[in-house]
């Protein structure tokens, strides 16, 4: 069974969710899909087994020694990304989508596509099993093909080990590397915060993962915070079919678990937060192989 | 000058931080802008009463082929680094898999036999605001289900103008849309959070910002919460500490609410009006100049 926590919103709590559920029980395979703010290496400190080149977008270059300034691959870049600047050719490495269209169409073969080298993907064991995380070089693009590099890694992992459950951490937002984390899985965990930006910005990573799976949980973290919206978040869930999987309560031990590299279920088991993790963890797990 | 309010990790703070910076910049009747380029998971309307101005549907040319002047040459199809063509012409098969196109245009280019149109396509919106103070808000959305924000946050930063200060919401992470966010702004403030999490992912931001030759200063949101990582990395480094805000549950009230606590609390009111002016200095004595 393959478990994606995602948010919408950043800062929900996604990895410290994801870090509870990782150490709650049954042994893992567990993987950051987050690849430009990647985290959960802090928690669980693994030993790599495999490091491996991950070879992201092409970029166009121009070798100005070819170049003639005629101007065609400028005007046909729909990414605005070439420009000329003192009769000089200059292409924008943040603008360049890599499409090579421009390099196809250079009359002088001035422009060539080059490929970064500088991501890599790494593959481990953690203390509850086995972890797989990708780390984006920075300033890199193209992080929806990396997300699924890590995802076919961990699935890799998992056969190979006989582990039936991948839980992966997801990034924020609802663009391409989070449509490339929850594509396919078996289940998709909204972890919210109970604040006008949590309820839209679940909202929107809802309606995207409701594409993949009829199986959405919503867990509202911090709701303390504003209990009335929290209520607010719980109805809407309700009223979209979508269960409510538990209400976290703020507790400032998560930080500190965080700061001793432990997730809060292991460092503070009585706390009613990591009760309430245990018990979201168990019911969902023993749901899934029914 | 265009100050963009961006961070590695999620949920730090930056539209708490950017919203406030705009507030008090318009009650004092400074010209200024602000563009809200999270468009993945956009919030800032939330928190001021508005009128639309303007919606510009953000759109790319997809191509639609005509299969009765396709001869089956097969070119469109080599010509496209997306695999956006799914091309069979033992079975006669050409479909355009418009979810994989970048709407580069170089498969119409490429096709001998006019047998390639093109559509738009609309990957989200622009919306122009106005405040009930008449102060500009603009904000790039994406549609759900569209992979990629960053042709809406390019017009929504084209859209903004060159008037006075701009400030720009930027998303959270540090690829592509974070980098077509950062690109065009004068300065760069993140925002952080003193953990392990924010630590590293500032980490990465600055390493970003850095290839961009772009010079950062920092602001520490919910400077009491975690550990000493955040400070001793930024006098390490020699990275500007901009303010410090502390954890503050009336904050975290307002905000879930959509209310802005510069109009509530005094205090926090002369904080943002300080950091104004310590980043319109900033810019102004050079240090963070492109």
């Known amino acids: 069974m393959e478990l994606a926590v995602v948010s919408g919103k950043g800062g929900t709590g996604k990895s410290s969710v994801t870090a509870a559920f990782a150490t709650a029980g049954e042994r893992i395979v567990v993987a950051d899909c987050d690849v430009d703010a990647a985290n959960l290496y802090l928690l669980f400190n693994p030993e790599h087994d495999t490091e491996q080149v991950y070879i992201g977008g092409y970029t166009a270059v121009v070798d100005h020694a070819l170049c003639t ?118 289940r998709i ?20 993962a409701r594409k993949f799976t009829g199986d959405v949980g919503i867990i509202i973290n911090k709701y303390d915070l504003n209990e009335a919206m929290a ?45 309430i993790l245990n018990e979201i963890w168990n019911k969902m797990t023993t749901n899934g192989k029914e | 000058m265009k100050i963009a309010v961006a ?23 400074d010209n200024v802008t602000l563009t809200d380029c999270d468009a993945e998971a956009p919030n800032d309307l939330l928190f001021f009463r508005t009128r639309i101005v303007s919606v510009t549907e953000v759109t790319h040319q997809v191509p639609v082929i005509n299969k009765d002047a396709c001869t089956w040459c097969g070119r469109c199809s080599q010509w496209c680094n997306y695999n956006a063509i799914f091309y069979v012409p033992n079975a006669k098969v050409i479909e355009v898999i418009e979810s994989l196109c970048h709407g580069c245009g170089a498969c ?30 603009i904000e790039a959305r994406l549609r759900v289900n569209e992979m990629s924000p960053v042709r809406i946050i390019k017009a929504a930063i084209k859209e903004s103008g060159d008037d006075g200060v ?10 592509c849309p974070f980098i077509q966010t950062v690109d065009k702004a004068d300065y760069v403030v993140l925002v952080t959070e003193p953990t392990p999490f924010g630590l590293s992912d500032l980490r990465q931001s600055v390493e970003t910002l850095k290839e961009m030759r772009k010079e950062p200063a920092v602001i520490i949101n919910r400077s009491d919460i975690g550990d000493r990582g955040v400070a001793d990395y930024l006098e390490k480094e020699k990275i500007p500490l901009l303010a410090e805000i502390r954890y503050d549950p009336a904050i975290a009230r307002a905000y879930s609410e959509g209310r802005l606590v510069t109009d509530e609390i005094p205090e926090l009111a002369s904080l943002f009006e300080e950091l104004a002016d310590k980043i319109i200095d900033g810019y102004g004595t050079g240090s963070s100049k492109r």
């Open chain 2, 7 to 29: 961070s590695g990790k999620g949920g730090t703070g930056k539209t708490f931080v950017a919203t406030n910076l705009f507030n008090v910049l318009s009650h004092r009747g």
């Open chain 2, 166 to 175: 701009v400030i720009l919401d930027a998303p959270p992470g540090t690829s």
């Open chain 1, 69 to 186: 300034v005629c101007g065609i691959c400028e005007s046909y870049c729909r990414f605005d990304a070439i420009t000329e600047v003192d009769g000089k050719i200059m292409i924008s490495e943040t603008s360049c989508d890599g499409c090579f269209f421009c390099s196809r169409i250079c009359p002088m073969d001035a422009i060539t596509m080059v490929r970064s080298d500088r991501s890599r993907m790494y593959s481990g064991s953690f203390r509850n099993g086995k972890m797989v995380y990708g780390r984006l070089a920075p300033g890199e693009e193209n992080s929806g093909k990396l997300v699924s590099l890590v995802r076919e890694e961990a699935k890799r992992v998992a056969t190979a080990q006989g582990m039936s459950t991948i839980l992966l951490d997801g990034p924020p937002g609802i663009g391409c590397p989070v449509i490339s984390t929850v594509t396919g899985v078996d």
């Open chain 1, 189 to 208: 965990i909204i972890v919210t915060e109970p604040t006008m930006s949590g309820l839209e910005d679940m909202k929107r990573v809802h309606e995207v």
């Open chain 2, 108 to 137: 119409s280019f490429a096709c001998n036999d006019e047998a390639i149109t093109e559509k738009p396509v609309t990957l989200g919106t622009v919306t122009s605001c106005r405040t009930d103070k008449n102060y500009p808000l």
């Open chain 1, 231 to 275: 209520d607010r978040i719980e109805g809407w869930c309700v009223a979209q079919g979508s269960a409510l999987l538990g209400r976290l309560p703020y507790d400032r031990r998560v930080t500190e678990a965080m700061i001793s590299g432990k997730s809060v279920t292991e460092m503070f088991p009585e706390a009613e937060i990591s009760i």
